[in-house]
T-cell receptor, first 115, second 111 residues
Framework: DTAVSQTPKYLVTQMGNDKSIKCEQN?????MYWYKQDSKKFLKIMFS???????INETVPNRFSPKSPDKAHLNLHINSLELGDSAVYFC??????????????FGPGTRLTVL | QKEVEQNSGPLSVPEGAIASLNCTYS??????FFWYRQYSGKSPELIMS????GDKEDGRFTAQLNKASQYVSLLIRDSQPSDSATYLC???????????FGSGTRLLVRP
């Protein structure tokens, strides 16, 4: 009964390809997030959606496009992959805005390797 | 740019000791603070949250918050080798939807 799930767990691809990562949460949360964790383990917010509406869009190349078909799903599509995109991508969810505090729960991560 | 600072470590403590992890933040208006534990190759796991000044205890973990000095700390009592992990401090940012993470402190508990 995984609360936040992601697929695939590993993704190895060539430079220039397009790839997608999918995320689903069964916690009943309204808000979902994408984070990038680089090789130095620094975890940085990329996007956030609240009930299918984009509410956070950090300084991310527009090759990255999130899509939320419903509030339980948030996908990340990456065009024209570059070597620097290699990282672990985490999906997370929280009860915001209804929850009093922004406790976020993370999926298992997708390790993307661009060759 | 709002920042959250942590010593990268590693912090090495013997089994049974108290491990003390510290975090400072730059945004004076931050209201919510979190500690996540991340084992190597795994995802961050929420272990403590704290919202008001003082101490909050949960089992072997105690979170301490001092908003005037802008620091938050995590104490782990009776440290176990299984506590060896990276501990990430997170602070609510300028948007109530955003968390800003520190770079983490690696804790090593020696048997």
């Amino acid at each position: 009964d995984t609360a936040v799930s992601q697929t695939p767990k590993y993704l190895v691809t060539q430079m220039g390809n397009d790839k997608s990562i999918k995320c689903e949460q069964n916690l009943g949360h309204d808000t979902m997030y994408w984070y990038k964790q680089d090789s130095k383990k620094f975890l940085k917010i990329m996007f956030s959606y609240n009930n299918k509406e984009l509410i956070i869009n950090e300084t991310v190349p527009n090759r990255f496009s999130p899509k939320s078909p419903d509030k339980a799903h948030l996908n990340l599509h990456i065009n024209s992959l570059e070597l620097g995109d290699s990282a672990v991508y985490f999906c997370a969810s929280s009860q915001r805005p209804t929850g009093r505090h922004n406790e976020q729960f993370f999926g298992p991560g997708t390790r993307l390797t661009v060759l | 740019q709002k920042e959250v600072e942590q010593n990268s470590g590693p912090l090495s403590v013997p089994e049974g000791a108290i491990a003390s992890l510290n975090c400072t933040y730059s945004d004076r208006v931050s209201q919510s603070f979190f500690w996540y534990r991340q084992y190597s190759g795994k995802s961050p796991e929420l272990i403590m949250s704290i919202y008001s000044n003082g101490d909050k205890e949960d089992g072997r973990f105690t979170a301490q918050l001092n908003k005037a000095s802008q620091y938050v700390s995590l104490l782990i009592r009776d440290s176990q080798p299984s506590d060896s992990a990276t501990y990430l401090c997170a602070v609510e940012g300028d948007s109530s939807y955003k968390l800003i993470f520190g770079s983490g402190t690696r804790l090593l508990v020696r048997p």
